[in-house]
């Protein structure tokens, strides 16, 4: 039986596209190489600058997040290498393991997935390391699996307390477009992102954006690379072309998602994620559930995690609320699986789709005999009237 | 600045166009004389039957609802012609000044816009009528301007106890694939409807059906006529072709409309739509506010009109509201203007959609000043729930 | 079995629909009385007026251009009023049947169907008629179902030299933003136009421009209207709003078309017309076979239609042609059916796509064994070239 | 200035996508990790075998073409690892420059670019390797560059004769889907493919196809990789999902397309590019001109590569035609570079299709000056009509 009314796309990613960028996409493919191109690729590179908040390179890849985290490391290092990590979550885990895949020597400073990465933690850690052995910090900025972002200015900052010449590498493929990023002012090496979250496009594009240094350790890096090499992007990257056939019908999409936000203005569409995190919160604090992110101040504004109360699968609960209320939430994933839904409140969002997606919610609690006290739509309401 | 997010139409028609009929409605246009067309037009033609659940004729008009009004009033009647009509609201006034334009003489019984049609009026206004010079009662049946719903079978079975050989006219323009509308087992005699509503299609398209009774009224009947005339629809129609240019790429939308209703289920359907127009009231009431249609089991599953505290402008309300939560509601019209507002539940629409309009109406409320208990969200979830 | 590839739509309308109108008219439906509405409505109004190169009122319809015609007349017009017509075609023909349909006296100067309108023969009607009970001279501008054109300003200049008081009304349903058309400085009192011809859109609307002495008239006319009537449409229009729900995703598709066409300059766009019929013409001369219009000068850009041999049937040719290549080809029409195809050239077209559409002809001629000289195509191309 | 009607995207791909397909990738994303998706990538897995002809293991990449030459590479061999190539061209000479990069030692086989791969000098080459030191032989099915097509059977069967136990690559990023290919009968270890040629899709996508062989050697091979290894996606891939996030929506464009290639048959897909290949060079002889593929019996049906003649550029003929016929012809690459265009004829194409693409092709010879024999359109059209 079919479904009446739109779906609700309320996982962390990726987020409901929106008309303009799907109407975008579906516009007839062109040359790559002629002269039509050079706008589109060009309009894509420089737009995406806006939103990294750099002058400096990106780089766009047709790939997933994921190919962007391995393009971040192989550009950069050699094998052996030490980088440090910080455990913020599952997708913080799931770097590290990458890391290690390569052929890199991870070092992982242990969280306990309720928080950002810990700036004076990582200062200590770098402090010990007398000899910089360690060639890069990697801190996840969004940590898309809790709901915690990481102070990502401060760990510039530790990094630099502990006068350590480590790259500082930044996961913000959640963050980006939803919350404030700054990759220059934040003194930030290579930022790792992707398109389908605050971006508002289908997944299929991954981005890093690389300082003067990334790009001077891209020289000497001895992992074995080819498709994810910066160096062969940066002459064609000049005149809008791409070494390889780019997801052209991609890029169109980005470019109507660069104008959109810009149309928006992104302090706008920071202060909305702001907002909708905060009434998110309102409504699970009254239904009685707790937010997973413990840490006061970085709560994320693209979604917030949910534990479940003991004795309730989330997945459970999740898979009743799909059938129910026609609305998709995010699993809990690994340490925290079945024990943790996520609500995400990103991209293409405003105050009557949130108001919807936490009466899925609550509704859904209440269909699945989960235990709640019942007006957490209504406090959120409060927040945002 | 741009408005993130979707915006919520939720005036009483057009009703918001889904993906798949927007996808249909943007295929290639094709001839409409050549062979692949007798698909496209025969599903087209069939497809609605099952809608208006005729077997008898169905016409398809390249027009709005105003134009499939007219075709009902000059393809079975002539100048000077008697007609009866019954004031549930604002359209079935116009529809009476339309049969006035065309010189027909058009009795109203009058009514207060706060319930359907009533059968007894009409069967005693009929009784009196001995010489049988009415030649047509003419009725709404979802009354768009205040949420009333005609007893329709009610009403053809007025006229079978008055004995009296008018013609049955109705008007569902808003309430066809919303509420249950049976024009064979109701013995109406013509139908009107539109594309906008139920149907989910943008506007641009309007319909009759014809029981034999009209079709043999249509060969005497001398008000003029050509671009409305059934006559010249009934050939091409049969093997699936139009006498004029068709407008072919909505005709793709009705059908794949068509398809989606049945996947649905006409009865799912209408049940649906029941519930939301419940469980809007229910949360109208929670905010001590009143909804116009005042007469018990006649309240449209389609829409809710509801009365502005005395004091406080609609209109102003209206604005505010789409203003800060990007929400179109419809407005009072003639009689009720600026005194009522109007909440669309119709179309393709689900339960976190109809809390989403709740909710931009509640915070309206709050926004704008207009005194109500706040809660109507919440009560409204309680029956949806 | 699919067919691979583009079908060539090359019926002289409607003609193909470029994508980015298809796009335009796939955006979601929006509140035909809300604020937003108000720029769209005004955009597709004046953008019109730039088209019929008129500065008096436009009258948009959602209808076929049937209903255009119809509206011309009963806006201006009392019954048994005298018209005189020209037969230039099948169109003319359906033309003066819906005058006389509607209760008007049509005369009919007959013609062969090789040529456009006559105006020495109009002139010396009017001239006859002492009295100017003539009401209305109507000309169609682009026969479609001849390929011929009337000359318009030398029709006005007869009707000026007979010193007749009639109204001039003008069908360029096929000829407008193809041929030079101007309403205005030709001094055309009602001009009747359609979408789906040189505006590339979908059927589905339809136009009148009418001048101040149109306007006039509209005061006195006695024809009964209601779904035409100018005069409900002037107030509303003022502020880009309709008096009855207007097709709005049409309109979202005629204010891009306008776009488009301002972008080429219509001065190109008329240029390019006239040199694809000429090529047009050059193919089938080649081929040994005859252009039905037989007057020089009179040729349309829009369309050629094209003689088939004695023995041959157009309709058996056509079908083989669209079997075996995929094109549509236009069908004769009452007079010459079976006897004449037309090869639509109008609308989004370049020379590439007519050299194909020659070459659909040329290689049905083929198939068909319907003797010729082969070589047209390339007769064609050298013209383009 | 805008331009007028379709360009004609003629480059050896990415090929025009058809709206089908922009369509289905323009529908709404879903969850990649719900029970929806399942379906989705579950088509999409087992679709793509029917075209590869396999019952072994399908990988689908974001990526473009290049990143699925380094995923057959690096899931298969270890750094130093002998591989055998041969130089059918510039795409083949790409492919050894990548294995280089990876840390392979590529012996590649010199060819002169005017024809496919040589079975025997394969078969000597492996003969000599006693110690079987040669892992790999690689090989380019359709040649982009070049317009020759490798008989892959054959070369299957020089290793077999040579009883080498090499695994055999073969690249038919080009050719699936225009050209007969079959995985499993050709013994083919690894296939590799892309989205934007024969599968009609925009690129984005890319494609493995490994054999139990293939999949045997990647547990061994020491080669770094992550993003492509095909043992993380056996098992999400059973049930439909993916180790990381797909490109959803190219997904629902490649089960379209999938449909679309059986909707018309492989067979009939194969003969059409077959017949339209062998009238491209009609044509390209008629003029005067050199076809580049000179080994009879290889000749591409997905594209002509054409030698313009001395003294002229190709680039600068290219550049006149399409500004003067709005048609993207194909470069001429590394070796050949301005003296050599391509004709793409593949994809979702037709007879008049070709037909524009040769006269665009033959006016822009005529505009350019370049010495040429007119008629060969005509002489095409000999060979469809």
Same mark, same amino acid.
């Given at each position: 039986?079919?479904?009446?009314?739109?779906?609700?796309?309320?996982?962390?990613?990726?987020?409901?596209?929106?008309?303009?960028?799907?109407?975008?996409?579906?516009?007839?493919?062109?040359?790559?190489?002629?002269?039509?191109?050079?706008?589109?690729?060009?309009?894509?590179?420089?737009?995406?600058?806006?939103?990294?908040?750099?002058?400096?390179?990106?780089?766009?890849?047709?790939?997933?997040?994921?190919?962007?985290?391995?393009?971040?490391?192989?550009?950069?290092?050699?094998?052996?290498?030490?980088?440090?990590?910080?455990?913020?979550?599952?997708?913080?885990?799931?770097?590290?393991?990458? @890391?290690?895949?390569?052929?890199?020597?991870?070092?992982?400073?242990?969280?306990?997935?309720?928080?950002?990465?810990?700036?004076?933690?990582?200062?200590?850690?770098?402090?010990?390391?007398?000899?910089?052995?360690?060639?890069?910090?990697?801190?996840?900025?969004?940590?898309?699996?809790?709901?915690?972002?990481?102070?990502?200015?401060?760990?510039?900052?530790?990094?630099?307390? @502990?006068?350590?010449?480590?790259?500082?590498?930044?996961?913000?493929?959640?963050?980006?477009?939803?919350?404030?990023?700054?990759?220059?002012?934040?003194?930030?090496?290579?930022?790792?992102?992707?398109?389908?979250?605050?971006?508002?496009?289908?997944?299929?594009?991954?981005?890093?954006?690389?300082?003067?240094?990334?790009?001077?350790?891209?020289?000497?890096?001895?992992?074995?690379?080819?498709?994810w090499d910066w160096a062969e992007m940066v002459g064609p990257n000049k005149t809008g072309?791409?070494?390889?056939?780019?997801?052209?019908?991609?890029?169109?999409?980005?470019?109507?998602?660069?104008?959109?936000?810009?149309?928006?203005?992104?302090?706008?569409?920071?202060?909305?994620?702001?907002?909708?995190?905060?009434?998110?919160?309102?409504?699970?604090?009254?239904?009685?559930?707790?937010?997973?992110?413990?840490?006061?101040?970085?709560?994320?504004?693209?979604?917030?995690?949910?534990?479940?109360?003991?004795?309730?699968?989330?997945?459970?609960?999740?898979?009743?609320?799909?059938?129910?209320?026609?609305?998709?939430?995010?699993?809990?994933?690994?340490?925290?699986?079945?024990?943790?839904?996520?609500?995400?409140?990103?991209?293409?969002?405003?105050?009557?789709?949130?108001?919807?997606?936490?009466?899925?919610?609550?509704?859904?609690?209440?269909?699945?005999?989960?235990?709640?006290?019942?007006?957490?739509?209504?406090?959120?309401?409060?927040?945002?009237?």
């Amino acid at each position: 039986m079919r479904k009446a009314g739109r779906h609700f796309l309320q996982i962390p990613g990726p987020s409901a596209v929106p008309d303009r960028i799907l109407s975008a996409i579906s516009q007839q493919t062109i040359d790559h190489r002629g002269p039509d191109f050079a706008k589109v690729g060009l309009k894509a590179l420089n737009g995406l600058k806006t939103i990294f908040k750099t002058e400096e390179n990106v780089f766009i890849y047709p790939a997933s997040g994921t190919g962007a985290w391995e393009a971040a490391l192989v550009n950069t290092l050699s094998p052996g290498d030490r980088v440090l990590m910080f455990e913020t979550g599952h997708f913080a885990t799931l770097w590290k393991k990458l @890391a290690e895949k390569l052929g890199l020597k991870a070092e992982f400073i242990e969280g306990d997935w309720r928080g950002g990465a810990d700036p004076d933690r990582i200062e200590a850690h770098l402090a010990e390391d007398k000899g910089h052995e360690i060639k890069a910090v990697c801190v996840v900025h969004n940590e898309t699996s809790t709901g915690s972002v990481s102070p990502i200015a401060a760990v510039r900052k530790a990094i630099d307390n @502990a006068k350590h010449p480590a790259l500082f590498m930044v996961d913000t493929i959640s963050g980006l477009a939803s919350l404030d990023y700054q990759h220059d002012a934040w003194g930030v090496d290579v930022t790792v992102s992707g398109s389908q979250k605050g971006l508002m496009l289908p997944p299929g594009l991954s981005f890093n954006a690389a300082s003067a240094k990334a790009m001077a350790a891209n020289k000497t890096a001895a992992l074995q690379r080819s498709y994810w090499d910066w160096a062969e992007m940066v002459g064609p990257n000049k005149t809008g072309y791409f070494p390889y056939t780019p997801a052209t019908n991609l890029l169109y999409g980005l470019n109507e998602a660069v104008d959109m936000l810009h149309e928006e203005g992104l302090d706008n569409v920071f202060a909305r994620h702001a907002r909708h995190g905060a009434a998110a919160r309102a409504a699970v604090r009254h239904w009685g559930l707790e937010v997973l992110c413990a840490t006061q101040g970085q709560e994320s504004g693209v979604l917030t995690a949910v534990k479940m109360p003991d004795g309730h699968s989330a997945d459970a609960f999740r898979a009743s609320t799909l059938e129910h209320y026609d609305i998709s939430l995010g699993n809990g994933l690994s340490k925290v699986a079945d024990k943790v839904f996520r609500i995400g409140h990103l991209g293409d969002f405003n105050d009557l789709m949130l108001v919807a997606t936490l009466a899925g919610v609550e509704m859904g609690l209440k269909k699945a005999d989960v235990p709640h006290e019942e007006g957490g739509v209504q406090a959120a309401m409060q927040m945002l009237a």
